[in-house]
């Protein structure tokens, strides 16, 4: 599968359980769809594929004097576009460590370099996620 199909995939299995369990009110269900269909160009992106961890939380990051010092628990990775899992922890995980939030951006500043332009996939990536 690749990459448009299989965050399509993502998207549209949580909008079909979404629907059926009735989470969420039918006007705001109705504007993430159309915000997602007015973006999914984002999907084409050409990228580099990156190991995704999927599964980041504060104990499953070792920082060490503002430096990524050891990433744990990987049985959810995967390969795929490293601002999908960028924008999603930014969202999830900045919210239970965010002192550190610049710490781990500094830090994965100083091996990877992000493209101009990262900031329009957060929202995109971000409401798929949640």
């Keep these: 599968m690749d990459w448009p199909e299989f965050i399509w995939s ?4 949580a909008l079909k359980k979404i ?6 009110d039918k006007d705001l269900v109705k504007r993430i769809k159309s915000f997602i269909e007015n973006n999914k160009n984002l999907l084409n992106v050409k990228f580099k594929p990156s190991l995704i ?3 980041y939380n504060g104990g499953n990051i070792l920082i060490h004097k503002g430096k990524i010092r050891g990433i744990f ?3 959810w990775s995967y390969s795929g576009h490293a601002e999908n899992e960028l924008s999603v922890m930014n969202l999830k995980l900045m ?5 550190y939030q610049k710490d781990f951006f500094r830090g994965y500043g100083s091996i990877i370099k992000r493209k101009k332009g990262y900031k329009k996939f957060e ?3 971000g409401i798929i996620y949640w």
């Design 95 to 99: 919210k239970t460590i965010s002192p």
């Design 19 to 24: 629907k059926k369990g009735k989470y969420l």
């Design 53 to 55: 961890h999927s599964d």
């Design 10 to 13: 993502i998207y549209t299995n």
């Design 123 to 125: 929202s995109f990536y």
């Design 73 to 75: 628990d990987m049985e």
